[in-house]
């Protein structure tokens, strides 16, 4: 049966992956055993997927990304150039603690940065955005966004990519799509009409 994704000569993808349909792996990737890589991914150029990450749907990495076992992403996730996931809090060279994985889990829609740092078991919400750079030592909240290191909440995100201003009544707008969000209790709701 011929392959249904597409990868770059250079790509080592090895026995017992599941790798979705109109899926794109470029230059010096490497995918290990017992990944599920959904539909209509791009892996870039010198990624490193660990044996057992799930990625969803249309999840798009950037290069030099590394993703290791413990890690989940849902449907559109980007993952931006050299950002990199942690599987072990507390690692050295000399202990093995492979049976110590902590899971981290990337919700549907979330942005990571270039050259962030996501430190295992802190899951990061639906839609969220992650700058540059930022160091996540804590769990991150659907829609927020989160800067610096350690990373801090320093706003809130439309669906579509956009920094959103809440009104004296806690609504908001996505300047692109129009989409309505509401603040309430420290949570961001998008409003379906």
């Not at 790798?19 to 791009?42: L, P, V």
């Not at 295992?120 to 030592?137: K, L, M, S």
């Not at 995100?157 to 009544?169: C, I, P, T, V, Y």
Request: proline share 3%.
């Amino acid at each position: 049966m011929e392959k249904e994704y597409q990868s770059h000569e250079s790509a080592v993808i090895d026995d017992g992956c599941k790798i979705g349909k109109g899926t794109k792996i470029w230059h010096f990737s490497h995918i290990m055993s017992g990944c599920d890589i959904g539909e209509n991914c791009n892996i870039g150029q010198n990624v490193v997927i660990s044996p057992g990450v799930t990625l969803g749907r249309n999840v798009k990495v950037q290069n030099n990304v590394s993703i290791y076992t413990g890690v989940t992403c849902g449907d559109d996730v980007f993952l931006g150039p050299s950002m990199v996931f942690t599987n072990i809090i507390n690692p050295r060279s000399a202990v093995i603690r492979r049976e110590s994985y902590l899971v981290t889990k990337v919700g549907r829609g979330a942005s990571i940065g270039a050259n962030a740092t996501i430190v295992c078991g802190n899951d990061i919400g639906e839609f969220a955005f992650i700058g540059a750079g930022a160091v996540v030592t804590k769990y991150v909240k659907p829609y927020s966004l989160v800067v610096g290191n350690p990373a801090r909440q320093t706003g809130w995100m439309s669906e579509f990519g956009h920094k959103l201003k809440f009104d004296e009544n806690g609504f908001a707008s996505c300047p692109e799509s129009g989409e309505r969000y509401k603040l309430e209790n420290g949570n961001v709701l998008k409003i379906n009409l």
